[in-house]
């Protein structure tokens, strides 16, 4: 037997994930944990004092449960937020200085590709493309693919954290709020807009995030472990419910977790944004995304 572990350190959530290879390589899930630690709180350009913290603190939580455990090989990747911020060298060392985890800052298209790695493993592709949206707090990733391969992929820094941050002022969000976030996404999605025409698509496929919200919410048969399916209309009810709140109104509501209550409005508006632009009929949520993908490279090479 042989334990892998991968670290994901996104701009909103660190993840943890420990599996186990038997010898005829099948992987088992021996830990997954996630810790909220918003490295967005004061902006993507510098990770403020508290989310700095409270960042060195989740991987020194990460480090102790490691040691439960005899794990032959440790990767800890960064994303967007530390892509980014300006002392994310001295995070980095820290964390190094700390826990002797060794933290790699990976670029936006080999996050792109890893989470098509990941999705692949859960989701069957065919010969038609579907888009891959992988909302994270300081950048989206977009990935159009088939069985055969990713078509075309790209990260934005417009990530929920990101948006949050630009847009969101008043509570409830505001029309003219709404009006120059959808401007935003317009200009800045150029793109993707010109991506889908040339692969059109019928279903978006969802990984991580905001798109558990929409499992609890809108799935009523799960049929998979690692992913469920529902029409694309499912959502539009729900959208327009959950702009018009308040965040008193959000943090009462069901099913919609605490820990996500002030930037599910821009991530909502994000993905209308992205179902305006397609013809996608039906939303396939994944669990596996980015860090599943980085295991099975990684148990790959091994």
Do not use: C
């Amino acid at each position: 037997m042989k334990r892998y572990a991968v670290i994901d350190l996104g701009t909103n959530t660190f993840h943890l994930l420990i599996v186990q290879q038997n010898k005829t390589g099948q992987l088992t899930e021996v830990h997954r944990e996630r810790i909220y630690v918003h490295l967005a709180e004061k902006g993507i350009a510098k990770i403020g004092a508290d989310p700095f913290q409270r960042g060195i603190n989740a991987l020194q939580k990460f480090h102790k449960t490691l040691a439960s455990y005899p794990v032959e090989i440790i990767k800890a990747f960064g994303t967007a937020a530390l892509r980014t911020a300006s002392n994310t060298p001295e995070f980095i060392a820290k964390i190094n200085a700390t826990t002797g985890i060794k933290i790699n800052i990976i670029p936006g298209q080999e996050e792109a590709r890893l989470i098509y790695l990941g999705v692949k493993q859960v989701v069957k592709f065919n010969k038609e493309h579907d888009l891959i949206m992988d909302i994270g707090g300081g950048s989206v990733e977009f990935i159009i693919a088939n069985k055969d391969d990713v078509q075309w992929a790209e990260s934005f820094p417009i990530g929920v954290a990101v948006l949050y941050n630009q847009f969101h002022k008043s509570d409830p969000i505001s029309k003219a709020e709404i009006e120059t976030l959808v401007s935003y996404l317009t200009t800045t999605l150029s793109t993707l807009r010109k991506a889908l025409r040339d692969y059109p698509i019928k279903r978006l496929i969802g990984a991580s995030g905001t798109f558990d919200v929409l499992e609890d919410n809108l799935a009523e048969i799960r049929n998979h472990p690692y992913m469920v399916a529902f029409p694309a209309e499912k959502f539009f009810p729900l959208h327009q419910q959950i702009v018009g709140m308040t965040l008193d109104e959000r943090l009462q509501r069901d099913k919609l977790p605490k820990s996500r209550a002030d930037l599910i409005v821009v991530a909502l508006l994000l993905i209308n944004s992205i179902l305006k632009l397609t013809d996608a009929q039906e939303i396939v949520v994944s669990s596996y995304a980015m860090k599943e993908g980085m295991l099975h490279e990684l148990t790959k090479i091994s």
